[in-house]
């Protein structure tokens, strides 16, 4: 009786699960857009990859990403190789590792693909949502850490930026 039950329950189970992927299959993926920073900076040597997700790589003494290892991290991403992505550059020795950087290409079984849903770009380095946020937190710092009075007047323009969140200078 429960192996009959077992049965029902596996079979009900794959019918379920059998109609969800087609239907996960009639929904069209995103596109996923770039802020456009990767192409955007450059130096003397070409792409310069500032304000690109690099950690766990290699950097010169300017925080600049080796562009070999960025390069190979792209190409590990793009072709999906599992021994493109152990050939890639890690930084210092006792350095950060990268982290999961296959997990994007990963399955679950529970909810959509994590490849059919899109984020926004994020937002640009140069942008005015980025130096809104540079500008409150450091004049926050300066802030906390001043005794001056002339402290208030310094900050005053910031009383007008558009970021959300709480703001504790005077």
Known sequence: MLAK????????????????????????YPSHVS???????????????IANYSKGLPHNAFG???RRAYRAMVRALHSRDPQLFEQI???RVLGRNLTN????????LEGPDGQ???IPPAPRIDGQRTAEKWVSFTGWRYCETS????????LEPMRVLTIPGPRRYP
């Open 89 to 91: 550059p890690k930084g």
């Open 101 to 108: 950087p296959q997990a994007g290409l990963a399955f679950d």
């Open 147 to 154: 005794a001056s009075s002339t402290t208030a007047p310094a």
């Open 64 to 66: 600049e990403v080796n």
């Open 35 to 49: 802020n456009g920073e990767e192409q955007d900076y450059s130096n003397a040597g070409g792409p310069s990859f």
């Open 5 to 28: 039950h077992l049965y029902h329950r596996r079979t009900e189970a794959l019918k379920i699960r059998t109609e969800a992927a087609q239907i996960s299959t009639l929904s069209e």
């Open 116 to 118: 059919a849903i899109a």
